[in-house]
């Protein structure tokens, strides 16, 4: 049984920050990559940003470009997500998400094969 346990989530004024973390727990694996996605009310879950641990290349979505940043640990399937200038339209849950095996589509949702529960992050005019 694998678990991804997102934390950090709250209330922050717009143009503050927060930081997401994302530790795995249970069986032990060996991920490709990992990626956070969020999923406003009323809206379907998005991409936001991704890493690919060969390489150490990430990926963003082009909302949240130049103000996250996305970084782990591949040894321990930690995976961080610093966000700056934030807007209220980052409102939403955000998850974390493993995908064990390689595939060219970082930013869907369906190649990942573990995701954790969520940690609600709101955006305050």
């Known amino acids: 049984q694998v678990q991804l346990v997102e934390s950090g989530g709250g209330l922050v004024q717009a143009g503050g920050s927060l930081r997401l973390s994302c530790a795995a727990s249970?069986?032990?694996?060996?991920?490709?990559?990992m990626g956070w996605f969020r999923q406003a009310p009323g809206k379907e879950r998005e991409f936001v940003a991704a890493i690919r641990w060969s390489g150490g290349n990430t990926y963003y979505a082009d909302s949240v470009k130049g103000r996250f940043t996305i970084s782990g640990d591949s040894a321990k399937n930690t995976v961080y997500l610093q966000m700056n200038s934030l807007k209220p339209e980052d409102t939403a849950v955000y998850y974390c998400?493993?995908?064990?095996?390689?595939?060219?589509?970082?930013?869907?949702?369906?190649?990942?094969?573990?995701w954790g529960q969520g940690t609600q992050v709101t955006v305050s005019s």
């Open positions: 998400a493993a995908d064990l095996l390689p595939s060219g589509a970082y930013n869907y949702a369906g190649v990942y094969d573990y």
């Open positions: 249970g069986r032990t694996f060996s991920s490709y990559s």
